[in-house]
T-cell receptor, first 110, second 114 residues
Framework: SQQGEEDPQALSIQEGENATMNCSYKTSINNLQWYRQNSGRGLVHLILIRSNEREKHSGRLRVTLDTSKKSSSLLITASRAADTASYFCATARSGSRLTFGEGTQLTVNP | DTEVTQTPKHLVMGMTNKKSLKCEQHMGHRAMYWYKQKAKKPPELMFVYSYEKLSINESVPSRFSPECPNSSLLNLHLHALQPEDSALYLC?????????????FGQGTRLTVV
């Protein structure tokens, strides 16, 4: 069963705006990862945050992790049309045995 | 080479057919995975291979049979599938199981069972 839940399920914004997606999970984790998927094809890894980290940045991405609330957020700043995709959080209890959240479909309108 | 290559990209098979999905990586990764993804749903883990040995089977029906011939190749043999098995099948690899690493995914095989 999937332990991650994401909200919103769908998000539509204008180019240049920021997009925030949230993820909650139920069990203890080693790390939490975010992936992007375009048009139902392969997933691309975006960022990994370890359970002892609280915030991480990569380019226009900012991820936070609150293990006390079992939640994480992904912020994409200055969004572009090319950011249109599905975004999944995934938790790893051991190695890369990933359990994915339900995902957020992000649409960035030009 | 940081790619995971899956073949074929698309596959249509009848319920009595036997077919195989193939996955290949040359990154020296010692953990490989099969995931199944239905439309508008997240990927679900099916199998994990670690050092060419099956380490996790997530209660997958026996009509799906994985095989890891060597450290670079992963196959998924399909036999007597049902229409509800139609999905995107994703292969992934990672350097090691048991450490904090990302997974590298292939583009998937879109399977349709008729």
């Amino acid at each position: 069963s999937q332990q991650g839940e994401e909200d919103p399920q769908a998000l539509s914004i204008q180019e240049g705006e920021n997009a925030t997606m949230n993820c909650s999970y139920k069990t203890s984790i080693n790390n939490l990862q975010w992936y992007r998927q375009n048009s139902g094809r392969g997933l691309v890894h975006l960022i990994l945050i370890r359970s002892n980290e609280r915030e991480k940045h990569s380019g226009r991405l900012r991820v936070t992790l609150d293990t006390s609330k079992k939640s994480s957020s992904l912020l994409i700043t200055a969004s572009r049309a090319a950011d249109t995709a599905s975004y999944f959080c995934a938790t790893a209890r051991s190695g890369s045995r990933l359990t994915f959240g339900e995902g957020t479909q992000l649409t960035v309108n030009p | 080479d940081t790619e995971v290559t899956q073949t074929p990209k698309h596959l249509v098979m009848g319920m009595t057919n036997k077919k195989s999905l193939k996955c290949e990586q040359h990154m020296g990764h010692r953990a490989m995975y099969w995931y199944k993804q239905k439309a508008k749903k997240p990927p679900e883990l099916m199998f994990v291979y670690s050092y060419e040995k099956l380490s996790i089977n997530e209660s997958v029906p026996s009509r799906f049979s994985p095989e890891c011939p060597n450290s670079s190749l992963l196959n998924l043999h399909l036999h007597a599938l049902q229409p509800e098995d139609s999905a995107l099948y994703l292969c992934a690899s990672s350097p090691l199981s048991g450490v904090n690493t990302e997974a590298f995914f292939g583009q998937g095989t879109r399977l349709t069972v008729v």
